[in-house]
């Protein structure tokens, strides 16, 4: 609960920040006190100078409580991936690809999740895009099962995409 002020307290109210335990190990039994406590969790957000600052926040939390029940605490920092930016002109050009295949074409609003992807779009222009198949269980969910009916015409737009990149590579140099 103390770590939500970080989000709460010394974030601007404006900005985009998720900071969630996420899993607690504390022992195998009922009745004996854990000699060691796990506690891990992720922190999202759009901007790097906040994500850069959460290990500091987060260490001064931690110890804090730590230190006033008399024991010790220590954090283990895996940034994970940076927020996954698309590069205007690309998510355009994946739209107007994908309009032009005769699929339907949604703009979603920004989302919390991590994307590995998100460190290719760090070196160059580019677009995450998402292929969706219905109003089934989302990626991540136990249920989750994909629709099989989707794998052709999502692999159909990828290589059309593929081919109209080139072109407007070649267009450009």
């Known amino acids: 609960t103390a770590l939500q002020t970080i989000v709460s307290r010394q974030c601007g109210a404006m900005e985009t920040v998720v900071l969630s335990v996420t899993r607690i190990n504390g022992g195998h039994t009922w009745n004996v006190l854990p000699e060691r406590v796990e506690l891990e969790g992720t922190v999202r957000t759009y901007n790097e100078e906040i994500r850069a600052s959460m290990p500091e926040?987060?260490?001064?939390?931690?110890?804090?409580?730590a230190g006033a029940a008399g024991a010790k605490a220590r954090l283990h920092w895996a940034p994970g991936p940076p927020a996954t930016i698309n590069d205007g002109v690309w998510a355009d050009f994946s739209k107007e690809i994908a309009g032009q295949a005769g699929y339907e074409v949604h703009d979603i609003p920004p989302q919390m999740g991590g994307e590995d992807f998100a460190l290719y779009l760090q070196q160059i222009p580019g677009a995450f895009v998402n292929i969706g198949t219905g109003p089934a269980y989302a990626l991540h969910h136990p249920r989750f099962d994909v629709d099989?009916?989707?794998?052709?015409?999502?692999?159909r737009y990828f290589a059309l995409l593929a081919e109209q990149a080139l072109v407007q590579l070649?267009?450009?140099a």
Not at 57 to 65: L, V
Not at 148 to 155: H, R, S, T
């Open 148 to 155: 099989e009916a989707a794998l052709l015409p999502a692999a």
């Open 170 to 172: 070649k267009e450009r």
């Open 57 to 65: 926040k987060i260490t001064r939390i931690i110890e804090g409580i």
